[in-house]
Nanobody
Framework: QVQMVESGGGSVQAGGSLRLSCAAS????????MGWYRQTPGKQRELVAT???????NYADSVKGRFTISRDNAKNTVYLQMNSLKPEDTAVYYC??????????????WGQGTQVTVSS
């Protein structure tokens, strides 16, 4: 089994910064693309940013230039540095990873979610 544990959420004023972390543990042979998604009540979960095992990144237009995704492959951890936060960034943030336990098949895993609240 694989567990994804998030940390780093909280409340901050507009213009502030937060850093989210998500560590994968358990039966892990390799990790493919990792990412962050967010969801607000009544809306679908949306992509924030992804990063491949080789370090290529992709961002939602709404966070480009403000958020930075990174990963530490030795620690099986993905990070999201969020700067210049806006009230519209308020959401529950979820980490995601494609993980293989044997190098053959990859499965989709999610963190439990962490609340980010940005006040104006």
């Amino acid at each position: 089994q694989v567990q994804m544990v998030e940390s780093g959420g909280g409340s901050v004023q507009a213009g502030g910064s937060l850093r989210l972390s998500c560590a994968a543990s358990g039966s892990i042979f390799s990790i493919g693309t990792m990412g962050w998604y967010r969801q607000t009540p009544g809306k679908q979960r949306e992509l924030v940013a992804t990063i491949t095992s080789g370090g290529s990144t992709n961002y939602a237009d709404s966070v480009k230039g403000r958020f930075t995704i990174s990963r530490d492959n030795a620690k099986n951890t993905v990070y999201l540095q969020m700067n210049s936060l806006k009230p519209e960034d308020t959401a529950v943030y979820y980490c995601n990873a494609y993980i293989s336990g044997n190098g053959l098949r990859y499965f989709d895993y999610w963190g439990q979610g962490t609340q980010v609240t940005v006040s104006s």
